[in-house]
């Protein structure tokens, strides 16, 4: 739908107010396997958390090719007459392709990690991340390489 493609300011928009996200990896039989996750949109990259270990943490280590979908549905598009056929969905969506790298770097966690609370709680983002928690936590950073946004109003 090249009519409808989204601006990078729209683009960046939504990464930013969107709440959720899907994160694909591949599996070691080649499937793909995907994960809901809450993220945050900074410095053109964008950056979730979770446990340490699991199946998108060792996908993600053993090959760094990625998808990633932010989506936003506004609602449907009744047809006035009532055709069934006829109705659509008004949305905007990002698609990212990236490689995916586990941040080692303390203060880099740290920063990823504030930006995840100010994002999610932001009344609890003046409180000071406790160490062993930035330590224990696994945050992913996305290098975006390609993406594209849709829309339809």
Same mark, same amino acid.
Do not use: C, P, R
């Given at each position: 739908m090249k009519t409808h493609q989204l601006t990078d300011e729209k683009i960046k928009n939504l990464l930013l107010r969107v709440q959720t996200g899907s994160f694909s990896t591949i599996n070691t039989d080649g499937t793909p396997y995907t994960t809901p996750v809450h993220f945050v949109y900074m410095d053109n990259q964008i950056y979730i958390h979770g446990l340490p270990k699991g199946q998108?943490?060792?996908?993600?280590?053993r090959n760094d090719k990625i998808g990633f979908l932010a989506y936003d549905m506004q609602g449907f598009l009744l047809d006035p007459n009532g055709a069934v056929c006829d109705t659509n969905t008004e949305y905007e969506s990002v698609?990212? &392709? #990236?490689?995916?790298?586990?941040?080692?770097d303390i203060e880099a966690k740290r920063i990823g990690l504030q930006n995840i609370v100010q994002k999610y709680t932001p009344h609890l983002a003046d409180l000071i991340l406790p160490e062993p928690?930035?330590?224990?936590?696994?945050?992913?950073?996305?290098?975006?390489?390609?993406? &594209? #946004?849709?829309?339809?109003?």
């Open positions: 998108k943490i060792d996908n993600s280590i698609i990212i &392709t #990236g490689n995916a790298t586990l941040v080692e928690m930035i330590k224990g936590t696994a945050v992913i950073q996305i290098n975006i390489l390609e993406v &594209t #946004g849709k829309y339809y109003n």
